[in-house]
C-alpha cells in the first residue's frame, strides 16, 4: 500500500521536472522550477502543518473557555438563587409555628417575597457577580486536543526531498543546502506540532522504519541510472573526449553505472545493522542479568537449606 502511494506521489512530484529535463532541455528553467519547489512549497508546507492547525487548536480552545465559563455563571446564578429561595422557605416554615392570627400575613409575605427573587433583574446580570479566573487544566486541554496523526506524511515529504536531491543532483546542486535548510526548520516545526498543537502520542518500539528502507534503496540505485543519462544527455563524455564514438560513450556509460551499482551494495553489506558499541552494551546487560540470576537462585537455595536445618533442630 505504501508503494502504490509512494509511486503516485512520485508522478506528481518528478513529473514537471524529469519533462523540463529529458524534453525541453530548459535547464535554467529546471533551475527555477526546482528554487520554487524548494523554497515556496516547502515554506507552505510549513504553514500548514503548524501554523494554521495552532490557530484551529487555539481558536477551539478559546470557545472552550468560553463555554465553560458561561456554565460556571449559570451554575453560581442558580446556587445564589436557590439559596435564597432556602432561606425563605424556612423563614415561612419558622413563621407556621407562631400564632394562627398571623399565618396569613406570613404567607402572604413570603409569597411576594419568592416572587421578588424571581424576577429581580440583579441575579441575571453578570456584572453583579464576581468569579475568580476560569481556565482549563493541563490535563482538559490536551483532551481537546486532536491526536498525533499518521506518520505516512512526514515519511512521504522526508522520501520525496531525498528524491530530488539524489535524481537532481547534477542539474541543481543547491538541492542539498535547501534541503538541509529545511529540514532544521522541520525538526522545530515537529517539536511545536508535539508540544503545542497535537496530543503527545505514545512510543512503539520498532525494528525498522519499513518499507521506507527498502524504498530509498531502490531510489538510490535509480538515481545512479538517471545520473549517468543525465551526464550523457548534457555531453559531459563528450567534452571530455571529443573524438570518442556514440556506441564506446554508451559502454563507458554502462559500465560507470555498473560500477556505481556495485559500489553501493559493497557499501550496504559492510554497515553493520546493530554498531558494534551497542552489541557490547547488550552483552553487558545479558551478563550481569544471568549473574543476578545466579545470584538469586542461590539465595533461595541458601534460604531453603537453612530452613530444613531449623525444622531437624
Known sequence: MIAKLFACSCVNSYFS????????????????????????????GNIKEAVIPYIVSNTHLSVLIQMNKKERIRYAERKDLNKELKRILDEWENS??????????????????VDDILTDNSLNRRSSLTFETLSLSQAEIECSQ???????????????????????STLFPLAAFFSLLNNLIEIRTDAFKLCMIYQRPFSQRVKDIGNWQKIMEYMVIVAIIINCIFCSVRGVFRRLV????????????????????????????????????????????????REALKKLECDTLHLKESRCHTHTE
Not at 524534453?23 to 512549497?41: A, D, E, G, N
Not at 486532536?146 to 522520501?159: A, F, G, H, Q, R
Not at 553501493?264 to 552489541?279: A, F, G, L, M
Open 146 to 168: 486532536p491526536k498525533w496523526p499518521d506518520l505516512y506524511e512526514d515519511y512521504l515529504e522526508i522520501v520525496i526531498q531525498f528524491g530530488y536531491i539524489i535524481f537532481l
Open 242 to 289: 571529443p573524438d570518442l564514438p556514440f556506441a564506446v560513450e554508451i559502454f563507458v556509460l554502462v559500465c560507470i553505472e555498473h560500477l556505481l551499482i556495485l559500489f553501493c551494495k559493497i557499501i550496504r553489506s559492510n554497515v553493520e545493522q546493530v554498531p558494534y558499541w551497542v552489541r557490547v552494551e547488550k552483552s553487558k546487560m545479558e551478563y550481569r542479568r
Open 17 to 44: 521536472v524529469f519533462y523540463i529535463a529529458f524534453f525541453t532541455h530548459k535547464y535554467i528553467r529546471l533551475s527555477h522550477q526546482l528554487t520554487t519547489i524548494f523554497v515556496m512549497k516547502q515554506f507552505w
Open 96 to 113: 407556621r409555628l407562631n400564632k394562627s392570627e398571623q399565618r396569613k400575613e406570613n404567607q402572604d409575605y413570603t409569597t411576594k417575597a
